[in-house]
């Protein structure tokens, strides 16, 4: 299989026989949109230039702004969080389950205050979080919900797509995503007023865009009489070239997650009859669409092991495994500035979210985007062979 295709390679080059005419440069982006919304059960869906700016654009067109507080995981990478921060608002970590990795329901009703507005869950390396209770919070308290679904793609939780629960779903086309565009992100809702916001502030807060309409022709701006701008927004539109590959990626998805799922099977039997190595729960009701392999290393001295089994795994031939990014508010910013603001009431130590600390230490990510499945196949048997050897070196 292809990671890029020709598929790709010809919507792009239509794209650029198109020359960016003005009359022409939204072509592959409302084709794109209109694909992704029915593929992903949802009224709207709105082309962002990366999966960061569909975040800080969904907390803004629901109205988060300064001192608000907005529940975060802290096990993801920190540009969950960081828009909440570019909004003025606070982010407040809630711990993880233990077993999913997807943050807790239970934690999440501990971290509410009369000044939480909005969660946002993250379906790490490709499982749902338990979207029952969570949704549960958020009628409770009147919360809005955004799903950060970066790295999910077609995943399932009961019987419904992974984005069809919150008043936003976030998805990206980073290089190392189910599709992909290099960069590039996309902004889904079913809330018309919602989708009427989001538009504006993702194209510099424009009067003639909407939820349906992403393009101002000239007849409506080429007037000298014309106020275009009724509110203040970014730039955040999608190009078309990012358009015309997501459009071919988008196409192909059922098989480009699939392949993801074959490889972790295939990782699967490699673990089997062993007891240092846990993968992450995948409870009934739910599909994963495995972004990423990720097993937790049993150690207690996981600062030393940890290494000891990546560099036996590389010396074996294993392929370069990620690590769990430091926990967002362990990272240097968060510690030495946003500690320190106003209404910052948790205290960024080891004790704000355990299980997320103990899990950050032992994780190990394997990749899943193997387009030959033979490599993959090697990657396994390197993977039971490293397991063999670091159990009787133990």
Known sequence: MERISDLEKKYVMEALENEFATSKNSIFNDKLEAAFAEKLNSKYAIGHCNGTATLHVALLSCGIGQGDEVIVPPLTMSSTSIPVVLCGAIPVFADCDINTFQISAESIEKCITEKTKAIITVSLYGLAPDYD????????????????????????????????????????????????????????????????????????????????QGKITKNDIQDPLYSRHISFGYN?????????CALGQLERAEELVQMRINVAKIFDESIENQNILRKQLEPSGYKN?????????????????????????????????????KLSYNEPAYQN????????????DENCCPNAEYLQKRM??????????????????ILKKTIEEYQNSM
């Open 364 to 381: 190990i990510q394997l990749k899943t985007n193997y387009w030959d499945i033979e490599e993959a196949k090697d990657q396994a048997e």
């Open 289 to 325: 669409s495995y972004w990423a392999y990720c097993l937790v290393l049993d150690s207690d001295e996981p600062e030393k092991d940890w290494y000891k089994f990546r560099d036996l795994f590389q010396k074996n031939g294993g392929d370069n495994y990620y690590a769990a990014w």
């Open 236 to 244: 955040y539109r999608m190009s078309e070239l990012q358009a015309a």
């Open 337 to 348: 500035i946003l500690q320190k603001q106003p209404g910052v009431w948790q205290k960024y």
């Open 133 to 212: 209770k969570i949704l549960d919070i958020c009628k409770k308290h009147n919360l809005a919900l955004i799903e950060d679904n970066a790295e999910c793609l077609l995943g399932e939780y009961k019987g419904k797509l992974v984005g069809e629960f919150g008043d936003f779903s976030s998805y990206s086309f980073q290089a190392s995503k189910h599709i992909t565009t290099g960069e590039g992100g996309m902004l889904t809702t079913n809330n018309e007023e919602l989708a009427d916001k989001a538009r504006q502030f993702n194209c510099l807060g424009y009067a003639g865009v909407s939820a349906d």
